[in-house]
């Protein structure tokens, strides 16, 4: 499989982005964000550690993924490989939480996260796990300054720690090929969501580290859907994740997005770009 590295001699100046004092050089991520999940690295695997709400909602997230994909490209959702021969990324990837499930649903996978211990232990598991999945500690800017390509781009619970929302969804614009597949999951800004995840998960139950969310970075539904228009995509598809504290579960909700929600949009076509390469057609 091809790695998923920038190739430096196609990446120009010019087509980096300027975070700011406390972004990373050349990405749209926080330094400080990336800082505090690489504290957290080595529980990536542990469904009882810090990152035990992606571990819960992880099944469900999955689902979704499967079942837009599916449709968007008719495949069967009973078939034991449903997306074979589509080539999918997972961006801010961390352990590989949903990297191995795609992976085992057929696709070719690759993942990319900014920490460098978070996917030294992604390769890890995955190679344990016997999968072939290819991971690279890298910014999306940075791989779609090489060209890549996927079918379908996952970005999960990443975009409320961006530094700037909308040169990060140009950058997922250029990583998706034209009629490809996005899915986002993030947390909408509500007088809910701050009682349950900053108040409820960080301070109370502290199932999160304090800190680990900014409230006032969350995205309502129609804000992101506004974020990704100009980017030439449309969104298709918009589901709630609710989760029962009694049986400890997540599910979807069409209609409560009040908390936790997914979005899938298709790319559209948009006049006077070159044809979009594969990835695996990319150098190494």
């Known amino acids: 499989m091809t790695a998923v590295r920038p190739d430096a001699s196609r990446t120009s100046p010019g ?9 990373l050089a050349g990405s749209t991520l926080d330094r400080a964000e990336i800082d505090r999940f690489e504290r957290m690295a080595a529980e990536w695997w542990d469904p009882k550690g810090a990152h035990r709400p992606l571990h819960a909602m992880n099944p469900t997230r999955v689902r979704f993924i499967r079942d837009q994909a599916a449709h968007h490209f008719q495949r069967d959702t009973e078939s034991v490989s449903p997306l074979a021969g589509l080539s999918l990324l997972d961006v801010g990837c961390g352990g590989g939480l949903v990297c191995e499930p795609m992976a085992r649903l057929g696709a070719q996978v690759s993942g990319i996260d900014a920490g460098a211990e978070t996917i030294a232990i992604a390769e890890v598991h995955g190679g344990a796990a016997g999968l072939a999945i290819d991971y690279a500690c890298t910014t999306a800017e940075d791989l779609a300054a090489t060209g890549a390509r996927f079918d379908i781009v996952t970005a999960l619970e990443i975009v409320e720690h961006v530094a700037d929302v909308d040169r990060f969804c140009q950058a997922l614009s250029d990583l998706v090929r034209p009629g490809g597949l996005l899915v986002m999951s993030t947390l909408n800004r509500t007088a809910r ?9 960080e301070y109370v139950l502290r ?12 995205l309502r539904p ?18 709630g994740l609710r989760f029962d504290p009694l049986h ?16 899938a ?3 559209q076509e948009r006049p006077g770009r070159a044809p979009a390469r594969r990835f695996h057609e990319t150098a190494a």
Not at 15 to 23: F, I, K, M, N, Q
Not at 193 to 199: C, E, L, Q, R, Y
Not at 248 to 263: A, C, K, M
């Open 222 to 239: 129609s804000e992101l859907s506004a974020a990704l228009r100009p980017h030439g995509f449309e969104p298709r598809r918009t589901a």
């Open 193 to 201: 969501s701050f009682a349950t995840v900053i108040v409820g998960a």
């Open 248 to 263: 400890r579960t997540w599910s979807l909700h069409d209609r409560d997005l009040q908390i936790n929600y997914l979005l």
């Open 265 to 267: 949009a298709i790319r």
């Open 207 to 218: 199932w999160l580290p304090r800190g680990t969310h900014s409230w006032r970075k969350f």
């Open 15 to 23: 087509a980096r982005s300027e975070a700011g004092p406390d972004g």
